[in-house]
């Protein structure tokens, strides 16, 4: 293989599946300190998105959702490039390693519960202190951080299910493309676009929901963590099919066929 051009889809399959022994196989501290970072990130990346929305007027909305979501990839540059374990971005590549035979349901479960707590550790480290206690999330932010949660903690379970299903299956596809491009330059472009477009649309994303409804919560909307928590579940089940079943089983199964010998399936 040609390490110096762009991968084709199934190289990008075998790149992926090459990865799961040594992601399941990462130390508690590696994969504890990796998380936090992923969540923090993603924290980052939404208080740059409140900070574009919040300063456009009311009038111009739909120019304040498009250039809010094109600052908040910066999140995913930072975990893929930088170095950060995201939990929805495993729920794909975990679930190649166990379809292919790389990795026990266990090594899976361990990966994903540990990568969730510690996304929230961030997620939660960065609404509190950079959101509520600098303010980044309040003041000129107060009324859009309280809408972006309510609205969160609103949708029904279906919706929200639904909704999380999307979300992930446009994340991954970035992950995806960030796999199949081999300059830093292109992998971020590459893997720009969709995440851009999971917060243009308003999907549900478990990590981004750790820090956008505990921001609303700090700031004073009318949310219990009990709502917090039960958003967190169809969210969280919406986000495994979208990246297990749309992106990790579709493609695996569409080009199965054409990775090397050594992958029994």
């Not at 495993?90 to 707590?117: C, D, E, H, P, Q």
């Not at 493309?177 to 081999?182: H, R, S």
Request: one cysteine or more.
């Amino acid at each position: 293989m040609d390490t110096q051009r762009d991968l084709y889809p199934h190289e990008i399959l075998q790149e992926i599946i090459s990865k799961t022994e040594s992601k399941a196989n990462a130390s508690l501290k590696m994969l504890s300190i990796l998380s936090f970072l992923g969540g923090a990130y993603v924290g980052f990346g939404y208080l740059a998105y409140l900070k574009v929305v919040s300063g456009i007027p009311a009038q111009w909305s739909g120019l304040a959702a498009l250039l809010g979501a094109a600052v908040f990839p910066i999140c995913l540059i930072c975990i893929l490039i930088g170095g950060g374990e995201l939990a929805t971005g495993n729920m794909m590549i975990m679930a190649l390693g166990k379809y292919t035979r790389r990795v026990r349901f266990s090594k899976l479960l361990r990966n994903w519960l540990l990568v969730s707590v510690g996304n929230l550790a961030g997620a939660l480290f960065v609404a509190y202190f950079l959101g509520h206690y600098v303010g980044l999330s309040e003041g000129a932010a107060i009324n859009k951080t309280i809408a972006i949660a309510q609205s969160k903690v609103n949708m029904d379970f279906g919706r929200s299910f639904v909704s999380a299903i999307a979300c992930n299956w446009l994340v991954c596809m970035g992950i995806w493309f960030y796999f199949g491009a081999k300059q830093t330059s292109g992998r971020i472009l590459a893997m720009w676009f969709p995440v851009m477009i999971f917060v243009l649309i308003g999907f549900q994303h478990f990590v981004a929901n750790m820090v956008m409804i505990p921001a609303g919560i700090f700031a004073g909307a009318p949310i219990t963590w009990g709502q917090f928590f039960t958003n967190m579940l169809p969210v969280f089940l919406g986000n495994v099919v979208g990246g297990t079943s749309f992106v990790a089983a579709s493609y695996l199964y569409a080009y199965k066929h054409l990775l090397k010998d050594d992958y029994s399936i």
